[in-house]
């Protein structure tokens, strides 16, 4: 069964960084495309950052640019995000997908599998 988790969310101070996990189950997410996304209550989710399969493309929101960056650990199954100089702003749950088709793209109807979530509080 594919699954998605994701991990190392917390509490950090503005200007703090923390690097969120996405451990895949199930299949190699070497062969898929991974978006991260974030959700605050009462808005949308938004595409945060991606990456393609295999080639490792990569691409980020104007809002993170600079300061996110994904990547990849085949060897773990796993997609990293890292966070650096957090804002009060990035305060979300963060939730990682994957898209068989390999294409990056932070809009979330591309996706079709995804995780549970993990919250991210940046506040002082």
């Known amino acids: 069964q594919l699954q998605l988790v994701e991990s190392g969310g917390g509490l950090v101070q503005p200007g703090g960084s923390l690097r969120l996990s996405c451990a895949a189950s199930g299949f190699t997410l070497e062969y898929y495309a991974i978006g991260w996304f974030r959700q605050v209550p009462g808005k949308e989710r938004e595409g945060v950052s991606c990456?393609?399969?295999?080639?490792?493309?990569?691409h980020y929101a104007d809002s993170v640019k600079g300061r996110f960056a994904i990547s990849r650990d085949n060897a773990k199954n796993t997609v990293y995000l890292q966070m650096n100089s957090l804002k009060d702003e990035d305060t979300a749950v963060y939730y990682c997908a994957a898209d068989s088709l390999g294409r990056c793209s932070i809009e979330r109807y591309e996706y079709a599998y995804w995780g549970q979530g993990t919250q991210v509080t940046v506040s002082s």
């Open positions: 990456i393609r399969s295999s080639g490792g493309g990569t």
